[in-house]
């Protein structure tokens, strides 16, 4: 790859994140490697909308600890993807780096598309009198 290719790629990333709420938090895993002990917590969020979508988001070391990271949290995670692979398959994990509340229990998502819902609009099908047959 050319090293100004690389410069325009990484002036093109922008931070991810996503809000929801934490559908189910999984058991946290631990254990020991050429770097010591470590922590994963992987938590299943539920975003909002027509069609909800649940995303597996996994926390390492201290990061693991966070107590917004609990069932029925209305949260923001900031997070960063990473692909990798193994065997011939790629993988791709989505690791959580900054969880926030969200306030009112609801995620703002939801609250902005219906601040620009269209207007409703009243339908007229003709004549106004009451002249039906029944």
Same mark, same amino acid.
């Given at each position: 790859?050319?090293p100004h290719a690389e410069i325009i790629?990484?002036?093109?990333?922008?931070?991810?994140?996503?809000?929801? #709420? &934490? *559908?189910?938090?999984?058991?946290?895993? #631990?254990?020991?490697?050429?770097?010591? #002990?470590?922590? +994963?917590?992987?938590?299943?969020?539920? #975003?909002?909308?027509? =069609?909800?979508? +649940?995303?597996? !988001?996994?926390? $390492?070391? %201290?990061?693991? %600890?966070?107590?917004?990271? /609990?069932?029925?949290?209305?949260? /923001? &995670?900031? !997070?960063?993807?990473?692909? /990798?692979? !193994?065997?011939?398959? $790629?993988?791709? %994990?989505?690791?959580?780096?900054?969880?926030?509340?969200?306030?009112?229990?609801?995620?703002?998502?939801?609250?902005?598309?219906?601040?620009? *819902?269209?207007?409703?609009? %009243?339908? =007229? =099908?003709g004549e106004t009198s009451d002249d039906?047959? !029944?």
């Open positions: 790859m050319l790629l990484k002036s093109e990333y922008k931070e991810m994140e996503i809000t929801g #709420t &934490i *559908a189910e938090v999984l058991n946290p895993k #631990t254990g020991t490697g050429k770097n010591g #002990t470590w922590k +994963k917590q992987e938590v299943i969020l539920e #975003t909002d909308g027509q =069609y909800p979508k +649940k995303i597996c !988001f996994s926390f $390492w070391g %201290d990061k693991a %600890d966070n107590e917004l990271l /609990r069932n029925g949290s209305a949260v /923001r &995670i900031s !997070f960063d993807l990473e692909s /990798r692979e !193994f065997n011939g398959k $790629w993988y791709t %994990d989505a690791k959580g780096w900054k969880v926030e509340p969200v306030a009112g229990g609801s995620p703002p998502q939801a609250a902005a598309q219906e601040e620009h *819902a269209p207007p409703q609009q %009243d339908t =007229y =099908y039906l047959p !029944f």
